[in-house]
């Protein structure tokens, strides 16, 4: 039975480029944590049991879950002076942006006083990042409309509170519906962890050198806001706004087969799946749900990704290349139908992916046999010449 502060670090000691967190079977479709199904932890599990199951490697007790719950909502609160820092970026400055500025700060308050050799440090560290991200997220949005920062509160719950700091004003109390709190729960599931992505693989070699955890995840946040990966969900939304109607999707389509056009369909598309993202099959069912009960049925938006992944799917271009929609495909749908701006969804990508990148990076330092990481290249440069004075060049 894993304890809380009793965990073995054998639950995290594994070599480099190997990882006992998470299991995908692009061929398949299955996406595992810690050997638990993705379809029953979205199902059945809350975020932070989730987030306990990815640090700790199994899933916590009653008493387990409780002392972590606590633990995190207790850190949910930033030091004060970070404001300052934070009131320093242009009011149009996008989310990500400031926060990878403000998580990165974060090292310079607890650098000094935590060591990344030490186990205990170690953990309070990650505590303090699940913690912490989800304020400087909704302080982010809130210094982009120009309203005071709200402050967490220890009486709800964590995505209940992240909610409660996005949409609150020290003038009125929001009260998220629970429908929307459950389809924030699910949404933070589905993001926690996803094996060796762009970001995480970002996460990982930072921490391979030995960089302070703080670092490490603004060096992941960085890497998840192309578009190509995180950012893909606002592309997409983008992308569907300017696609507007059904009858422009051919042309749409013909743009993205088009080897000569830099465009591509966003939310389609994998690495590693070559077949449906299970994520996306989830979100597409919850999308229908949530439309139904929190937005008007009929989106404009969703009517039409459905209308454009049934076409993109009796494509013979999309079939050969088993092209599917993505996790990204839906989830900026559901994020507007929860009120969330456009300019925050990587960011709500973000906050969930940092219990991923926090249990990798716990993961690594407890490797003893972690070591740096060092990319080899294939050279494609000049063979040796010798310089040239100006005169002869
Ligand atoms: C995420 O790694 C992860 O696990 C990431 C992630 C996570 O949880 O961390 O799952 C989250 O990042 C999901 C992906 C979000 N990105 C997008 O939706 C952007 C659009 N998708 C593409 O940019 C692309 O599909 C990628 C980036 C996702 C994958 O790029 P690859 O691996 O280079 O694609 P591929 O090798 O499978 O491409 C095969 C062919 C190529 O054409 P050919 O050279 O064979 O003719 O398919 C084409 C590609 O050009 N292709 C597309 C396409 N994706 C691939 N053509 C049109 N539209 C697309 N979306």
Redesign the pocket.
Known sequence: EAGFLTYDPGFMSTASCHSSITFIDGEQGILLYRGYPIEQLSAKASFLEVAYLLLYGELPNEKALAEFEQVIMRHTMLNENLKNFLNGFHYDAHPMAILIGVVGSLSAFYHDSLSINNVRHREISAHRLIAKVPTIAAAAYKHSIGEPIIYPRNDLRYCANFLHMMFATPCEEYRPSLLAERALNLLFIL?AD??Q????STVRLAASSGANPFACIAAGIASLWG????G?NE??IAMLTEIGEVKHIPKYIAK??D?DDPF?????????YKNY?PRAKILREVCHQVLNELADANNPLFELAMRLEEIALSDDYFIE?R?YP????YSGIIYQALGIPRNMFTVMFAVA?TVGWVAHWLEMMGDPDNRIGRPRQIYRGPGKRDYLPIWQR
């Open positions: 993001h996803h094996e992505n762009a970001s995480t578009p190509a990966h995180g893909a592309a997409v993205a087969k080897k591509r369909l966003m939310g389609f598309g994998h690495r590693v993202d290349r092209l993505n996790v990204d495909f992916r």
